[in-house]
């Protein structure tokens, strides 16, 4: 019984120890935890419940059931032309973006003299990212009268209105995204360091030329690196909304060519204050960005190659 006792006190006192040496941390925490929960987590719960709401900001919300999500998939043209759309964008801007990158940071990989120069030079578009004044830059850049019709005209050419005409505006939204290449470019350039040196000095040695030495050692060695780049950047690309709302002036025009998803997400929530079938929305593309990921996390096993 007295064992039981003094084996009691000592488990108690080492409880009261381990507090006392931790308390302060978790003491430092409590923000965090606040914030999380309280701006994180508790309005993602919140949203879910909305989505089988009908909330309009002004009235209590209204269980609807499946009723969003029903409507979103059978009876909503612009959700279709949105997700067409946004779809289109993935599709081009991120294997052109790391294509562009990886082009970028072998000639920087060559030990060319500035090299902290140019890198800066080159990561400063992903810095400012989808900024407001980088898209209203951007929109000026490839208006009527812009900085590219004024180009052509030197060599007597009639550029067409580039952010008016349906058939080039999206296009100019992904020149946007690629043109912004410096962050994968210095994730590419740390990459290519770590290569071991030896690799191609024994493949110079057998005569392989500079082109089989990319496919055969470069690319595979990178692999992992590129894995990373393409989720980062398509989850970034599923997101952009700025330069589309920018462009367009929140209308997702000419004729809905660059009604992105968050674009279309927006005007439901904030023009239509359909906060309900909004969040549904937000949820559908969690739901996509989600299983995509998933899908190249169970693919990446083909092709990607680890030091092992």
Known sequence: MTSDTSRGADTSS????AWENHAPGYMFLIPWFIGFFGLTLGPIIYSFYLSFTNF??????????LDNYIRMFTADPKFLT??????????????LKLAFALGVALLLNR?????PVYRAVFYLPSLLGASVAIAILWRQIFARDGLVNQLLALVNIDGPSWISNPKHSLWTLVILAVWQFGSPMIIFLAGLRQIPQDLYEVASLDGASKWRQFWKITLPMLTPVVFFNAIIQTIDAFKSFTPAYIIS??????INSTLFYTLYLYQEAFLFFRMGYASALAWALLAIVALFTAFSFL????WVHYDD
């Open 249 to 254: 002036g929140g209308t997702g025009g000419p």
């Open 56 to 65: 309009d900001l002004l009235t209590a919300p209204e269980w609807t059931g």
């Open 14 to 17: 080492s409880w009261s120890r």
């Open 82 to 95: 949105s997700m067409r759309v946004t779809l289109f964008f993935v599709v081009f801007s991120v294997p």
């Open 111 to 115: 030990g060319m003299r500035g090299l």
């Open 299 to 302: 693919t990446s096993k083909y």
